[in-house]
Nanobody, 123 residues
């Protein structure tokens, strides 16, 4: 059974940084795609970034380019999201996800999801 467990969220002041982690079990990290998504108050879940398993070329939503960095450690079966220069608008629940084939920032096409980790940014 595939399990994704996020951690690293918390309450931070604007301008600060966080590194989110997602430990994956029961899933072959040698294929597919891994990504990060976010739900903010009043908005639908949005795709932030993904990284194909077969390459090291990440892709980002325009809204987070330059501030968010996605990476993975295959040996540790862990996905990361480094967030810098946090803004109050970054407040929300952050989810990692896995997709068996192909990559997309559209949430509905992803196969497996974690429970999320809350990020709260105060001004």
């Amino acid at each position: 059974q595939v399990q994704l467990v996020e951690s690293g969220g918390g309450s931070v002041q604007a301008g600060g940084s966080l590194r989110l982690s997602c430990v994956v079990s029961g899933y072959n990290l040698k294929t597919g795609c891994m990504g990060w998504f976010r739900e903010t108050p009043g908005k639908e879940r949005e795709g932030l970034a993904y990284i194909p398993i077969g390459s090291s070329l990440p892709s980002y939503a325009d809204s987070v380019k330059g501030r968010f960095t996605i990476s993975r450690d295959n040996a540790e079966n862990t996905l990361y999201l480094q967030i810098s220069s946090l803004l109050p608008d970054d407040t929300g629940m952050y989810f990692c996800a896995a997709k068996q084939y192909g990559c997309t920032l559209v949430p509905k096409f992803w196969d497996y999801w974690g429970q999320g980790t809350q990020v709260t940014v105060s001004s």
